[in-house]
């Protein structure tokens, strides 16, 4: 089968439908038999161009249970199944989690929209979207920082990633269950205080992340093209205003040796551990073109830190908590490789995009729709029938 064909088939597969008649789909039926924040905006992306009604159904269903102070929960439990007891932890009684993920929800909904031309769905979903936005600028950074904060690793998408031990006091040899352990304990703990960020949050969590900041930016952009499209002016100018200070402080703060770094505290200490993040600022223009050259220089194409046979490392292989089948700790990933890619097409680093392409469509077609891999031997790991390897349908040739 050809991996369009097989993309599809496995989306259609994964696809559920909720008591209002909304789709979405599982990221993994056996492993992940839930909806997903980030997972359902990247299946909207690689729908809009196979399937565009199902891309907007996902997008439906995910904001249709949005919050009333507009924050979209990472995880909606449709249909909560005891087989994954664990991930229920982070269930609140409302059936929603209570924390967030990557908000790529109008970058999505822009994509739909290139595909299709229409506008009558994003007119319905704009409320939604603005809330959400406007949710996390005003309750994720109470302050004017202008940096977003999230309140557990889980919301950055990559739940045990190195980048996150100091802040969340482990040690770097912890193992995936006492990762996971630590991060329920936080959850619990947040719930005592509703999740409300200036109540509660400081004390506990609070980081100020690269990949969740940029990709916040990116989708502010989004935004405003969308706000632009619905002759929404005010929205336009909150997007365009807030996507300029972000852009500004991150690289006031969150730079130090020509890339950027996730930081924690008043202070913006940052959390000096070398992942993916550094590539990140690229999805959303953050580097100049100079300084863009030296980063694929320095980092990307060094086979000691992040580049290997099998794609690029999320935590650089020189790093003490580097694991290549620890999860989130050093693998080969989809997402991060479509983020990349983007933003290497964007500067302009055809050369490197496509090697990017190639690694990533050759491990979806040696193993199928697997979850992560390990950089040195490529061997495929984690969930079955996982959705993220449909992905490498928009990373488009140079
Ligand atoms: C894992 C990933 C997270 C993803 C979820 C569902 O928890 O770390 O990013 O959203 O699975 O695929």
């Known amino acids: 089968m050809e991996l369009p064909e097989a993309a599809l088939t496995l989306l259609r597969a994964n696809r559920?439908?909720?008591?209002?008649?909304?789709?979405?789909?599982?990221?993994?039926?056996?492993?992940y038999p839930y909806q997903w924040l980030w997972d359902s905006c990247f299946h909207a992306i690689v729908l809009a161009k196979l399937e565009p009604e199902a891309a907007i159904s996902e997008l439906r269903s995910l904001l249709s249970r949005?919050?009333?102070?507009?924050?979209?929960p990472h995880m909606i439990f449709w249909q909560p199944k005891l087989t994954h007891p664990y991930h229920l932890l982070w269930q609140e009684k409302t059936g929603v989690s209570g924390m967030t993920q990557p908000p790529m929800v109008a970058y999505a909904a822009l994509e739909i929209y290139r595909q299709t031309k229409e506008t009558a769905f994003l007119k319905e979903l704009f409320p939604s979207m603005l809330a959400y936005y406007r949710y996390l600028i005003d309750k994720r950074d109470p302050h004017d920082h202008h940096l977003i904060s999230i309140i557990n690793?889980?919301?950055?998408?990559?739940?045990?990633?190195?980048?996150?031990?100091?802040?969340?006091?482990?040690?770097?040899?912890?193992?995936?269950?006492?990762?996971?352990?630590?991060?329920?304990?936080?959850?619990?703990?947040?719930?005592?205080?509703?999740?409300?960020?200036?109540?509660?949050?400081?004390?506990?969590?609070?980081?100020?992340?690269?990949?969740?900041?940029?990709?916040?930016?990116?989708?502010?952009?989004?935004?405003?093209?969308?706000?632009?499209?619905?002759?929404?002016?005010?929205?336009?100018?909150?997007a365009t205003t807030h996507k300029e200070l972000i852009s500004f402080t991150m690289r006031e703060f969150l730079m130090a040796e020509g890339v950027f770094w996730s930081a924690v505290g008043l202070e913006h200490g940052h959390l000096k551990v070398a992942t993916w993040a550094h590539f990140a600022p690229l999805f959303a223009g953050l580097y100049t073109p100079e300084e863009a050259k030296e980063l694929i220089r320095v980092h990307f194409n060094d086979p000691e830190t992040f580049r290997s046979a099998f794609g690029?490392?999320?935590?650089?292989?020189?790093?003490?908590?580097?694991?290549?089948?620890?999860?989130?700790?050093?693998?080969?990933?989809?997402?991060?490789?479509?983020?990349?890619?983007?933003?290497?097409?964007?500067?302009?680093?055809?050369?490197?995009?496509?090697?990017?392409?190639?690694?990533?469509?050759?491990?979806?077609?040696?193993?199928?729709?697997?979850?992560?891999?390990?950089?040195e031997s490529g061997k495929a790991y984690g969930a079955h029938n996982f959705t993220w390897g449909t992905l490498v349908l928009d990373m488009l040739e140079p």
């Open 312 to 375: 690029i490392r999320t935590v650089s292989k020189k790093e003490p908590s580097y694991r290549s089948a620890g999860f989130w700790r050093g693998p080969v990933w989809f997402a991060p490789h479509w983020f990349i890619h983007k933003g290497l097409m964007d500067y302009g680093f055809f050369e490197e995009a496509r090697w990017l392409r190639e690694t990533s469509t050759g491990l979806v077609e040696k193993h199928g729709f697997r979850e992560y891999f390990d950089p």
């Open 16 to 31: 559920r439908t909720t008591p209002a008649g909304h789709t979405y789909t599982v990221p993994s039926p056996s492993t």
């Open 153 to 238: 690793p889980d919301e950055s998408g990559e739940d045990n990633s190195p980048r996150f031990d100091v802040a969340l006091r482990v040690k770097s040899s912890i193992s995936f269950f006492g990762h996971m352990y630590r991060r329920h304990r936080l959850v619990a703990a947040n719930r005592t205080c509703a999740f409300d960020p200036l109540v509660c949050m400081h004390e506990r969590f609070w980081v100020k992340d690269v990949p969740f900041n940029a990709i916040l930016i990116k989708n502010l952009e989004c935004l405003a093209e969308i706000a632009a499209l619905l002759e929404e002016h005010e929205a336009k100018e909150f």
């Open 66 to 72: 949005q919050m009333p102070d507009g924050m979209v």
